[in-house]
């Protein structure tokens, strides 16, 4: 692995959510724009966003949202990158992009039927589930990661069950961020030092 992977934090909807984003200081932090018990509206995310140390970039997630709502979003500047779970396909990316100029991740379940993409930027792995699109807090086997990465050559994003436990083991695949949720969490709500550990973990990783 040539670079330490980034961390990114995502669900966060609450004001204590940021402050302890602000202390913890991750890379990114993930808004869920979609069905999810994280799930903000634009108004709550805006104001939330304002309260975000600069550097650390805001993810906007998104499943099967218009091309058009995720531009609203994006104009007023509440997110930095979009981050899609659902089924939008690279002409749906390529139409987004015509618009919206902000780097593009493009979620692919591993266990299910691995859609390929050449418009993303980047792709996101993730935990393959019949009902949810990501945040389920269980973990793939990473050994599927190299078949999709060595025919989608595109940094990538690691999602699925990551936490305390896991992270170093999960660095030998050579993710891009890791992106965590419910491994931040106690009690589905995000906890700060949990927060603190995670980005430490991260940052220590040789």
């Not at 980034?6 to 984003?21: H, M, N, P, T």
């Not at 104009?75 to 930095?80: M, Q, R």
């Not at 050994?143 to 999709?148: I, Q, S």
Request: with cysteine; glycine share 8%.
């Amino acid at each position: 692995m040539k670079d330490k992977p980034l961390i990114k934090i995502c669900g966060l909807w609450r004001r204590e959510d940021i402050e302890s984003a602000n202390i913890a200081d991750p890379d990114y932090i993930g808004f869920v724009f979609a069905e999810s018990r994280r799930r903000v509206d634009i108004k709550t995310a805006a104001d939330l966003k304002a309260g975000l140390k600069p550097h650390i970039k805001a993810a906007g997630v998104f499943v099967n949202e218009t091309a058009e709502k995720i531009a609203e979003i994006s104009s007023a500047e509440i997110i930095d990158i979009i981050q899609l779970h659902g089924d939008e396909d690279d002409a749906y990316i390529k139409r987004l992009k015509a618009g919206v100029k902000l780097p593009v991740i493009k979620a692919i379940p591993m266990g299910g039927k691995p859609r390929e993409t050449r418009e993303a930027d980047f792709i996101l792995l993730d935990t393959f589930d019949r009902e949810k699109r990501g945040g389920i807090g269980r973990a793939f086997e990473w050994e599927l990661a190299k078949k999709v990465t060595e025919k989608i050559k595109l940094p990538f994003f690691l999602a699925g069950g990551l936490n305390e436990a896991n992270l170093a083991e999960a660095a030998r695949i050579g993710p891009f961020c890791f992106d965590i949720s419910s491994g931040a969490e106690t009690d589905g709500l995000k906890e700060r030092e949990k927060m603190i550990r995670l980005v430490q973990i991260v940052r220590g990783l040789q």
